[in-house]
């Protein structure tokens, strides 16, 4: 099955830019109507929908995010990213990719574990 | 943006108890939604999709049910490792919205 791990810094500093990967496995980004997807979760709180790409080139944003971030799939790595620009401490959460549209319905049946990024100088 | 609102945020139980778990939303999303369970450390996991449909390889135990504007999870007899949170989320529109969480604790 489909296997989505995520990458990147665990800090970074306030107005920088927070960039994340996601390597996916068993699962091609490039093909199938999936919605490969980013989440975050500050601590101890609900987890927030941030974006998705679907079949490599369209996106859709939160309205909350959209100005600072995107989202972008690299083919030859099977990967895609999310990139935050910006950063204040308010952005420090988990930071979740997900893979959705599963059956034929947009829900998250497939996610990464997960990884702590924190916006601290 | 939809508001997803849950009830309880917080419920005791114990070991084969049956309970209910409620999402309602600030507007009519259809059966647009879906029910995750989330550990400690650990990321959500689907249990049902499309209000009702469970997702696969989740025991049966999980139920849910509703549209419109009310949605309810109904686990049927508590086992320990359900002991974690709970979140709805809608997909009917932009922005994608959760529910609060209902964290599920051992009496």
């Known amino acids: 099955q489909v296997q989505l791990q995520e990458s990147g810094p665990g800090l970074v500093k306030p107005s920088e830019t927070l960039s994340l990967t996601c390597s996916v496995s068993n699962g091609s980004v490039s093909s199938g109507n999936y919605y490969w997807s980013w989440f975050r979760q500050p601590p101890g709180k609900a987890p927030e929908w941030i974006g998705y790409?679907?079949?490599?080139?369209?996106?859709n944003y939160n309205p909350s995010l959209k100005s600072r971030i995107t989202i972008s799939v690299d083919t030859s790595k099977n990967q895609f990213s999310l990139k935050m620009n910006s950063v204040t401490a308010s952005d420090t959460a988990f930071y979740y990719c997900a893979r959705g549209g599963e059956n034929g319905w947009l829900q998250w049946g497939y996610w990464g574990q997960g990884t702590l990024v924190t916006v601290s100088s | 943006a939809i508001q997803m609102t849950q009830s309880p945020s917080s419920l005791s139980a114990s070991v084969g108890d049956r309970v209910t778990i409620t999402c309602r939303a600030s507007q009519g999303i259809r059966h647009d939604l879906g029910w995750y369970q989330q550990r400690p450390g650990k990321a959500p996991k689907l249990l049902l999709y499309?209000?009702?449909t469970l997702q696969s390889g989740v025991p049966s135990r999980f139920s849910g049910s509703g549209s419109g504007t009310d949605f309810t999870l109904t686990i049927s007899s508590l086992q320990p490792e359900d002991f974690a949170t709970y979140y709805c989320?809608?997909?009917?529109?932009?922005?994608?919205?959760f529910g609060q969480g209902t964290k599920l604790e051992i009496k």
């Open positions: 989320l809608q997909d009917y529109s932009y922005p994608y919205t």
């Open positions: 790409i679907y079949q490599t080139r369209t996106t």
């Open positions: 499309a209000a009702s």
